[in-house]
């Protein structure tokens, strides 16, 4: 699908996530932690995954489109993070940074406004990370679990497009 008329940051290899909610609740979200699509291909790619595909919820019915509500954030480039492992929640700044765990054949990954959202420190939120990746509580702190850190741009249609 060509993107005609967009800046060119459209245009560049970025992560993109998008996330759905509906009346509040998360009906969802998937995306693309790494720059291996052009922004505008990710994008769409990651709307038409998060409505059809996340395997929590049933795909997005014609009858929702009018309740639910977009956000995309954009992603920089993942980093690993460059400390001892019981140094980790002191490199983690929460608002700020999202996270990527991986280690032990798993994986799991939660954007930045996640732990602002639940009030988490950066502590809880590796231990949520760990979670989400099905890791065990505290698998932060070994030398074989690697965590990395990036950071999101958010788009909200409710922010852009006030009702």
Request: charged fraction near 25%.
């Amino acid at each position: 699908m060509p993107l005609q008329n967009f800046p060119a940051v459209f245009q560049e290899k970025r992560g993109v996530f998008v996330t759905i909610t509906r009346q509040g609740q998360l009906r969802g979200c998937i995306g693309l932690p790494y720059p291996t699509a052009l922004l505008g291909e990710a994008i769409v790619e990651a709307a038409v995954s998060a409505a059809l595909e996340d395997p929590r919820f049933m795909p997005v019915s014609s009858r929702e489109l009018g309740d639910i509500d977009l956000e995309v954030t954009v992603l920089t480039e993942p980093r690993e993070l460059d400390c001892p492992p019981e140094e980790r929640p002191g490199c983690i700044e929460v608002g700020r940074h999202g996270l990527i765990v991986s280690g032990l054949g798993r994986g799991g990954l939660l954007l930045p406004q996640v732990p602002a959202e639940y009030g988490w420190t950066s502590a809880e939120f590796l231990d949520q990370t760990c979670l989400k990746a099905g890791l065990p509580v505290g698998c932060w702190r070994r030398d074989d679990v690697t965590i990395q850190v990036f950071e999101g741009q958010i788009f909200n249609e409710k922010a852009v497009y006030p009702e």
